[in-house]
């Protein structure tokens, strides 16, 4: 069974740093491009950012771009965002979610798993 | 920047009913588009994606239509599982992939 288990969410201060983790299970972690999606309180969904397989190929949503870093650890099977000089606009429930890609298995087409998040809450 | 805006923000349903929800581009996505569906404190699900495939596991009574900037997603006779939030998402253009804002479908 495929699971994706977020962690490390909590409460930290604007301007403060925190990472969250991703732990897989239940399939080749190694072989599938992983992304971010976050959610504020009440909000829609919001790509944050994407890695490839080899953890070579990063990209990020504009917002987050210079003070987040996605990275994993294919020994691990563990996916992190690591989030520095957070602000309150920032506040929201972190998903990670694997990569459905189609029949040639080059392009996305969408999300097959998610992870049940993890909240971040950027406060003074 | 695809902008991707959902109509309405709210359906009100009535089960067994037919649910449509719709879905617009700022520009061409071709059939690059999925739709999600979120009930309150889960993550979402895929249901759809190229426009009109169904996700598996995805029952026959969700099914999606359209291409380039304008989709929708029809729900032929609402279950009581049914009412939840849905959102769609282009992959044509990206980074970044967008979402719109969500269409909840509640209970009439």
């Known amino acids: 069974e495929v699971q994706l288990v977020e962690s490390g969410g909590g409460l930290v201060q604007p301007g403060g740093s925190l990472r969250v983790s991703c732990a897989a299970s239940?399939?080749?972690?190694?072989?599938?491009?992983m992304h971010w999606v976050r959610q504020a309180p009440g909000k829609g969904l919001v790509w944050v950012s994407r890695?490839?397989?080899?953890?070579?190929?990063?990209r990020y949503a504009d917002s987050v771009k210079g003070r987040f870093t996605i990275s994993r650890d294919n020994a691990k099977n563990t996916l992190y965002l690591q989030m520095d000089s957070l602000r309150d606009e920032d506040t929201a429930v972190y998903f990670c979610a694997r990569v459905k890609t189609d029949s040639t298995g080059r392009f996305y087409v969408g999300y097959d798993y998610w992870g049940q998040g993890t909240l971040v809450t950027v406060s003074s | 920047e695809i902008v991707m805006t959902q109509s309405p923000a709210t359906l009100s349903v009535s089960p067994g009913e037919r649910a449509t929800l719709s879905c617009r581009a700022s520009q061409s996505v071709n059939s690059n588009l999925g739709w999600y569906q979120q009930k309150p404190g889960q993550a979402p699900r895929l249901l759809i994606y190229g426009a009109s495939t169904r996700a598996t596991g995805i029952p026959a009574r969700f099914s999606g239509s359209g291409s380039g900037t304008e989709f929708t997603l029809t729900i032929s006779s609402l279950q009581s599982e049914d009412f939840a939030v849905y959102y769609c998402?282009?992959?044509?253009?990206?980074?970044?992939?967008?979402f719109g804002g969500g269409t909840k479908v509640e209970i009439k």
């Open positions: 239940g399939f080749s972690f190694s072989s599938y491009w």
């Open positions: 998402q282009q992959y044509d253009n990206w980074p970044p992939l967008t």
């Open positions: 890695i490839s397989p080899d953890g070579r190929d990063t």
